[in-house]
């Protein structure tokens, strides 16, 4: 379980989560959504631990643990997966090596023996399938020559195979066509289980459609505004955001 | 102390006089050499590379011999085995036939006071000779340093009449505080093709100055790749000649360097005849306080039109005292060339750091992963199935991670 509780940061001088409550049970899926620069994508980062970021007052925990202090790695190790909004480019490094590296760097943090390359690809090329991915998909430079689509279907393709206990998706809809968005949301939808929660960050209700939220929260100007069920999406899909960011 | 002084000091226990072939040669080379003695920084060829000041701590090195036991990659090819710059005979496979240089270099000196210094003290050398027509398939050339104190000289010649093919890797290993200044006299005649692979693994103790001497005939090409992770200071020279029209040069080269290792890649491609290419790119690793260096200069003769001339020098640095020095050159004397120099010089991206320890990895397997990403590029090339994997063996087992 993921418990957010008065989080603010800053970047510089400038103030940019200014007090977020939030609570992700086990088995749920949230949406967070939002304008433009409210801060989705800080609150991701700060949540997978990149660097930059001042944590001015607030606590995260997830499973009972102080998220804050640990390493990106350990909180992988842990179960957290951030699928990026704009995913990066590893030249040089092979998109199949890149991910069982994970995998099994995930594994020995657990405790867990490694998988073996045999055992890796045939799971690997089963979810290549699964999303409709072009086959020499695992053998490329990670995200090098990648359409925008296949970027954000090569995060949900490092998801399903690092299997996290929560995901958290910045923008994995946006800039993919309808049919790419179904079977991104196969994808997460095939992960749920009382195991597996979500936070899915989206500007759009569309995705919403395929993957329906326990939850829906509004970020805006650093803090959640409104919280609802998933009529919530519906409502701002008709009136945008504009009123409320006022509320 | 000069660099005379501490030439002086160190080649005294050199008897040029007792070394055999033409004495007048030795004598005048060994004159030139002391012209300069160790080049350092007022040197414009070394004006990165203080060779002087890397020779200072060998003047009272006492000489000691050493037995080592060579290893050699086990791969199943012919080898020659060159033990502190002499043929060994027992080390080296019996099935090969070639001719030994003895000491008896070409006039090929230049004004390289280091290419002076082997001819004056050189002893051995492989003279290869590879008919015309023939393929002569792959030869390794090994060679190792083992002893404290040593000027190790060795003088090779490849010679490849019209239309022949030789792939030659050199594996250059050792022990101890030794200078070592191979020089290798390349003739690559009409049409053929010489691929030249050099893996420097010398003992981290020694002083490495190679020099490579290539003249290219017309549609003949000359492709080199050097690996260097070993030496306190080791430079690689190449002296290039596209002598014949439709030439072709491809001089790679990537450095591992960490601690206080000094690494040096100078070239220097004359384009003499029209309608030839030449490629260089060279990386550098580059960690603690070690220093890289890629001088590389590219001539075009008047007459060397339609030349097409290539230049890249890539440097990782690891660590905020890391160092690297590039100096393009370029002289034309052409009108209608192609000509293009870049660099791209940086550290470790922090963004993919971060995305791969997102997924885990921990942030020193995410800086090998990223660092071997980048030297594999260099790699790609390299399609020899037995130079591939010594190369990606020496890089795999580099000290990573020795520092943050
Ligand atoms: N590294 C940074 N430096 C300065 N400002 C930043 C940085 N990252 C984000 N911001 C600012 O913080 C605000 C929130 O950004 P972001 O989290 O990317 O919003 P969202 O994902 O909701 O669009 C924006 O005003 C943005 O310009
Ligand atoms: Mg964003």
Redo the contacts with the bound molecule.
């Keep these: 379980m993921l418990e957010i509780k008065g989080l603010r940061a800053s970047?510089?001088a400038?103030e940019?989560l200014t007090g977020i409550d939030l609570t992700v049970p086990d088995g749920e899926i949230h949406a967070v959504m939002?304008?433009?620069?409210?801060?989705?994508?800080?609150?991701s980062?700060i949540l997978s631990g990149r660097d930059?970021y001042e944590v001015t007052g607030g606590a995260v925990s997830f499973d009972g643990a102080d998220l804050l202090v640990m390493a990106p790695e350990a909180r992988a190790a842990a179960g957290i997966f951030l699928a990026f909004?704009y995913p990066i480019e590893l030249p040089g490094v092979g998109n199949a090596n890149f991910i069982r590296t994970a995998v099994n760097a995930v594994r020995r943090a657990r405790g867990e023996t490694e998988m073996d390359t045999v055992t890796f690809l045939k799971e690997a090329r089963n979810a290549v399938k699964a999303l409709a991915m072009p086959d020499d998909m695992l053998k490329r430079n990670v995200n090098v020559g990648f359409s925008g689509g296949e970027k954000k279907r090569n995060e949900i393709l490092q998801m399903t195979l690092l299997k996290p206990k929560l995901a958290l998706l910045?923008?994995t809809d946006s800039g993919l066509d309808i049919d790419a968005l179904r079977i991104v949301a196969g994808g997460v939808n095939a992960a749920r289980g009382p195991k597996f929660s979500a936070l899915v960050?989206t500007h759009y209700q569309r995705l919403l459609d395929y993957i329906t939220p326990d939850r829906v929260h509004v970020?805006a100007a650093?803090r959640i505004v409104r919280s609802g069920g998933p009529e919530l999406a519906v409502e701002l899909e008709q009136h945008g955001y504009g009123g409320l960011e006022a509320a | 102390m000069s660099g005379t002084a501490h030439a002086t000091k160190f080649l005294d226990r050199v008897d040029v006089a007792s070394l055999p072939g033409d004495q007048e040669a030795r004598q005048s080379a060994l004159a030139t050499f002391f012209s300069t003695g160790w080049p350092d920084r007022k040197h414009e060829a070394w004006h990165y590379t203080d060779l002087n000041a890397r020779m200072r701590s060998f003047a009272d090195e006492a000489l000691v011999t050493r037995t080592l036991r060579p290893e050699f990659p086990s791969v199943d090819i012919p080898r020659l085995v060159f033990v502190d710059g002499v043929w060994d005979k027992n080390l080296s496979s019996d099935s090969l036939n070639f001719l030994r240089t003895r000491g008896i270099p070409e006039q090929k000196a230049g004004s390289s006071p280091i290419v002076a210094l082997n001819a004056a003290i050189t002893l051995d050398g492989a003279d290869l000779k590879i008919s015309a027509g023939q393929n002569a398939g792959t030869i390794l050339l090994v060679s190792v340093g083992s002893a404290d104190g040593l000027a190790i000289a060795p003088r090779h010649r490849i010679t490849l009449e019209k239309g022949s093919n030789l792939t030659v890797i050199e594996v250059i290993r050792g022990a101890g505080r030794y200078l070592h200044v191979p020089v290798t006299e390349i003739d690559v005649r009409d049409g053929g093709t010489l691929r030249h692979f050099r893996l420097q693994e010398e003992s981290q103790d020694s002083v490495h100055v190679a020099t490579i001497l290539a003249t290219i005939g017309e549609s003949a090409a000359y492709e080199t790749f050097t690996l260097g992770v070993g030496a306190s200071l080791a430079r690689s020279e190449f002296h290039v000649t596209l002598g014949g029209s439709g030439a072709d040069v491809q001089i790679n080269a990537a450095q591992l360097l960490t601690g206080t290792q000094h690494g040096d890649v100078t070239t220097i491609v004359a384009h003499d005849a029209p309608g030839c290419t030449s490629r260089q790119t060279v990386k550098s690793v580059i960690d603690g306080s070690a220093r890289g260096v890629f001088q590389g200069r590219i001539e075009v003769a008047r007459i060397a039109q339609k030349t097409d001339g290539y230049q890249m020098n890539q440097a990782l640095l690891l660590s905020d005292s890391a160092e690297i020095d590039s100096k393009p050159e370029l002289e034309i004397f052409a009108d209608d060339v192609k000509c293009s120099h870049g660099a791209a010089i940086g550290a470790l991206d922090p963004e993919q750091i971060f995305y791969l320890r997102s997924r885990g990895v921990s942030e020193q397997e995410a800086r090998a992963i990223l660092i071997r990403a980048f030297l594999h590029e260099a790699l790609e090339p390299i399609t020899d199935d037995v130079a591939r994997p010594l190369f990606e063996a020496a890089i795999q087992s580099w000290r990573w991670g020795a520092s943050g």
């Design positions: 970047v510089g400038k940019i939002g304008p433009n620069g409210a801060g989705k994508s800080t609150l980062y930059g909004q910045d923008e960050i970020l650093g």
